[in-house]
């Protein structure tokens, strides 16, 4: 069994209108959609991301899709279970539409296929089990979900060979949530001469991730402050880049692990 967060625990907003019930018997399918975007930002701060293009942008009723999951294989409820979503045309009073919150074009981390095929088999569990599932570009002129998950979901969603459960993750999640912890009560820049675990760990996340922080030495200096801006650019849209580590910038690096506390 496994935890979905749910609109109340991503802090959603309310539908301008409240949300349509689809007919139970007019659905057909599920469709897998992904971000789309190569350097998406992770966990919640993806949800808002959506939740802000889809609601002010497009002028649309809520986040379009009815289920998320990340690339940490985190699930979230969208618009949630048995209601119109907004992201197929034409179809979207006939199926329920899952997006996978990262790129996928190229191979997704086992724990978000893993949640992925869960989430399938929960929907499908709904529907007697038959539904079909598609990727969007089945059904419209796009090329969502990507190639590496359009393959993956329509052939199946096979296994891994051997055993994929061996990391601690959960351990992993308590020391990041943690680090969060202290980063919201004092965020890291230079002016505050920030040191310790948690710059060791932003220092870290951002060289994995191609920014150049200087060594990685718990220090946060001028190469660190250089490359968080470096990355904040890169999510221009959602950060301000002021080469300060606040929670918006450290949930964007972290993504997932940071939602345990709503778990
Ligand atoms: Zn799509």
Redesign the pocket.
């Known amino acids: 069994m496994r935890t979905i967060i749910s609109r109340q625990g991503w802090e959603a907003r309310p539908p301008k209108k409240p949300f349509t019930q689809l007919k139970k018997w007019r659905v057909q399918g599920i469709?897998v959609?992904?971000s789309?975007v190569k350097e998406a930002p992770k966990g919640i701060a993806a949800l808002k991301a959506f939740e802000r293009f889809h609601m002010d942008s497009r002028g649309w009723n809520a986040i379009a899709y009815n289920w998320l999951v990340d690339p940490e294989g985190v699930v979230y409820a969208g618009r949630g279970a048995g209601i119109v979503s907004g992201?197929?045309k034409g179809w979207n009073s006939r199926t329920e539409s899952i997006?996978y919150t990262g790129w996928g074009f190229v191979e997704i981390p086992q724990a978000a296929r893993d949640s992925i095929r869960w989430l399938i088999g929960d929907i499908q569990s709904r529907y007697e089990d038959k539904l079909w599932v598609k990727g969007?570009r089945d059904l419209?002129n796009?090329t969502?979900?990507g190639n590496w998950l359009y393959d993956w979901v329509t052939s199946g969603m096979p296994m891994p060979l051997g055993d994929p459960n061996k990391i601690d993750w959960d351990g992993i999640k308590a020391h990041v949530d943690r680090l969060r912890e202290k980063v919201s009560h004092s965020p890291l820049s230079t002016t505050k001469r920030s040191r310790g675990e948690a710059v060791r760990a932003a220092q870290e996340r951002l060289s994995d991730l191609g920014f150049s922080p200087g060594p990685v030495d718990g220090i946060y200096g001028k190469k660190s402050a250089k490359a968080v801006k470096d990355f904040q650019k890169s999510f221009e849209a959602f950060l301000k880049p002021d080469g300060v580590v606040g929670l918006q910038t450290w949930d964007a690096l972290f993504g997932g692990w940071a939602t345990a506390a709503f778990i």
Request: charge should be neutral; hydrophobic fraction near 15%; aromatic fraction near 0%.
């Open positions: 469709v959609h992904h789309g992201a197929t997006c969007h419209g796009s969502c979900p």
